[in-house]
């Protein structure tokens, strides 16, 4: 779809708003009416490398987030929500795509500068979704599903982008072997470098100041706000006004900035009086990167870190608030992950899938709007290693890890302490061939990522 159609949808959307019908799809769908909030605008707040015991209201004792939590105490907290990888880049494409980075060719570690390929832009993004419905969408941060011309947010159905194409550490400023690390951070604009080496005391506020604007100039038509910060990722930095705040050190500082960046948003959307008409998430890309000690973040009472596949790697802080629509204070226990936000996206808004391509994640929205008896869809859950190899499932309480043959009750032994394999030898034995068939399934289906030979910008100034 060309700019210009974009353009057309984006007018009848505000043409909607302006004569009174719900904004979005009503010129489009002249044969039935469209549900009350049809067009929800939805926001996606995502941290990096932060764990699930960073924050107030996950049970850190001294990092402060009272935003979040506010958003927790008037929303939904789950606890047993998951990322499809334990490192950034096929993290990314999981959220983004609703798939296992393995459906999408993803999983195979990170975007490093030198690399030529990203996510395939045949795929079909959040975004990508949303902006056939008319919605104005913008990333706004940390990217990290390629940086070659062709592969960035505005080729993957975002209108907007404002950041950084790959992680804040890729980056001869911070590199300890700079002398020969050629290659510089850029923050970009579209697909224009605007500095080279950006100051990152400051990327938290400036990615917030262009999140509210975007909230400004959009609030009156639907609209889609992913907002993937580049902190916590080390190396960590927070601005003035938060530097040495926090009795955790310099993480609760950069934890507590982020946390001032939720409350600016949410104070934007009330502004123009959109909180019953936003549904915004905000969550994690993986587990704390616990080799760097006090500079990285916690996992709380989760074994493991980013890169492992215990629960520390993998299970992630989530919080969901939609005034209205999610019940307040409700905790969801249920199995989750970010590859079910795409089908949930797109039953909210009414997107069609039907038609499209397989996916892994499942609609959750009677989940999260807290209907009686709303069970989790996952019925088994495969954990991948960072490098893409299959590496363990979870079938209701029980974590197999495939290559120990250990076997964990994730839910009495939220620390996986005790390996029960002894115990349950026929469990363990239908837990294996379980996931073999469902990564075997998705080998033989799975997609290409996407191979640019042109580079688009050159390693630095
Ligand atoms: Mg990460």
């Known amino acids: ?14 043409l909607a708003a302006a004569i009174g019908l719900p904004a979005g799809c009503a010129l489009r769908h002249p044969t039935g009416p469209p549900k009350p909030d049809a067009s929800p605008n939805i926001v996606i707040i995502f941290a990096d490398d932060q764990g699930y015991g960073d924050l107030s209201c996950y049970g850190h004792p001294t990092i402060h ?26 993290s990314r494409a999981a959220l983004l795509t609703g798939c296992y ?8 570690h990170v975007v490093f500068p030198p690399d030529d390929w990203g996510l395939h832009t045949d795929e079909v993004t959040i975004a990508d979704l949303l902006r056939e419905r008319g919605y104005a969408t913008a990333c706004i941060g940390k ?5 070659r011309r062709g592969l960035l947010p505005t080729d993957q159905g975002f209108d907007e982008f404002f950041g950084v194409p790959y992680s804040n550490d890729m980056s001869r400023f911070h590199r300890s072997e700079s002398d020969t690390y050629p290659h510089a951070l850029p923050l970009m604009r579209a697909d224009t470098v605007l500095e080279w080496e950006p100051d990152q005391h400051e990327l938290t506020r400036r990615y ?31 601005s003035e006004a938060f530097a040495g ?25 009330e502004r123009h009086g959109l909180s019953e008409r936003t549904l915004v998430v ?12 006090t500079r990285g973040g916690t996992a709380g009472p989760l074994r493991g870190g980013k890169g492992s596949n215990w629960e520390g790697g993998q299970r992630v802080p989530c919080v969901v608030w939609w005034p209205g629509r999610v019940p307040a204070g409700s905790i969801s226990r249920a199995v989750t992950t970010t590859m079910d936000l795409l089908p949930t996206i797109a039953r909210l808004t009414g997107a069609p899938l039907a038609d499209r391509r397989r996916i892994d994640g499942h609609d959750i929205s009677a989940l999260l709007s807290g209907e009686g008896g709303a069970t989790s869809p996952t019925e088994a859950f495969i954990y991948y290693t960072s490098n893409g190899e299959p590496a363990g499932i979870r079938r209701g309480p029980w974590k197999l890890l495939l290559e120990a043959g250990e076997l964990y009750d994730v839910e009495a032994d939220i620390g996986e302490k005790w390996d029960r394999a002894q115990e349950h030898p026929e469990l363990v034995a239908e ?13 033989a289906t799975a997609r290409p990522r996407m191979s640019v030979l042109e580079p688009l910008f050159k390693a630095g100034p």
């Open 65 to 90: 987030t009272p935003h979040i939590d506010r958003m927790a105490a008037e929303g939904m907290k789950l606890t047993q929500f998951y990322v499809a990888s334990p490192v950034c880049s096929p």
């Open 101 to 108: 980075p393995k459906r999408v060719g993803m999983h195979r």
């Open 1 to 14: 779809m060309g700019p210009a159609r974009f353009r057309f949808f984006r007018a009848c959307a505000v």
């Open 143 to 147: 990217w990290h599903l390629g940086h």
């Open 431 to 443: 837990l294996r061939v379980l996931a073999e068939a469902r990564d075997a399934e998705i080998t």
């Open 282 to 293: 905000f969550t994690s890309d993986n587990g704390p990167w616990l080799p760097f000690k």
């Open 208 to 238: 917030t100041e262009e999140a509210v604007n975007f909230i400004d100039r959009h609030h009156g038509e639907p609209f889609f706000l992913y907002l993937p910060h580049s902190m916590p990722h080390i190396p960590i930095y927070a």
């Open 245 to 269: 705040r926090s009795p955790r050190g310099l993480y609760g500082d950069v934890i507590e900035e982020i946390d001032w960046s939720v409350g600016e948003i949410r104070a934007a959307l």
